[in-house]
């Protein structure tokens, strides 16, 4: 079997950090309504588990799940609104880097077929 291309791995990480917004997108949803404790305290658990690179943007992704985490379990020390802007400023970043990547990786690919 032919191991992937390594532009075709970076993009498959790509989908994973989307599918992670889309997840913490989902709790920044339910904040003002109806949350459901078992998906923020999964999500909180994959934030660590796909080794972020940390940005100048705070908070970091390690306290991020921490606090999402304690919150969740009824345990925060911030208010949910707090939180709130933390996984906003989570999910703006992020996405603006696999953005930027994407582009990247997209113009590389292009160049690659027109040589």
């Given at each position: 079997m032919?191991?992937?291309?390594p532009?075709?791995?970076?993009?498959?990480?790509?989908?994973?950090?989307?599918a992670l917004?889309?997840?913490?997108?989902?709790?920044v949803?339910?904040?003002?309504?109806?949350?459901?404790?078992a998906?923020?305290?999964?999500?909180?658990?994959?934030?660590?588990?796909?080794?972020?690179?940390?940005?100048?943007e705070?908070?970091?992704?390690k306290?991020?799940?921490?606090?999402?985490?304690?919150?969740?379990?009824?345990?925060?020390?911030?208010?949910?609104?707090?939180?709130?802007s933390?996984?906003?400023?989570?999910?703006?970043?992020?996405?603006?880097?696999?953005?930027?990547?994407?582009?990247?990786?997209?113009?590389?690919?292009?160049?690659?077929?027109?040589?």
């Open positions: 032919v191991p992937p291309a532009l075709d791995s970076l993009q498959a990480r790509y989908r994973e950090l989307l917004c889309d997840a913490v997108e989902a709790i949803d339910s904040i003002a309504g109806r949350m459901d404790r998906h923020c305290i999964a999500t909180a658990t994959q934030i660590p588990a796909l080794h972020l690179v940390e940005t100048v705070k908070p970091s992704h306290h991020l799940a921490a606090t999402l985490q304690g919150a969740a379990s009824g345990r925060s020390k911030f208010a949910w609104e707090a939180i709130d933390m996984l906003r400023v989570f999910l703006d970043g992020l996405r603006r880097h696999v953005a930027a990547d994407q582009a990247t990786i997209e113009a590389m690919r292009r160049s690659k077929t027109s040589h």
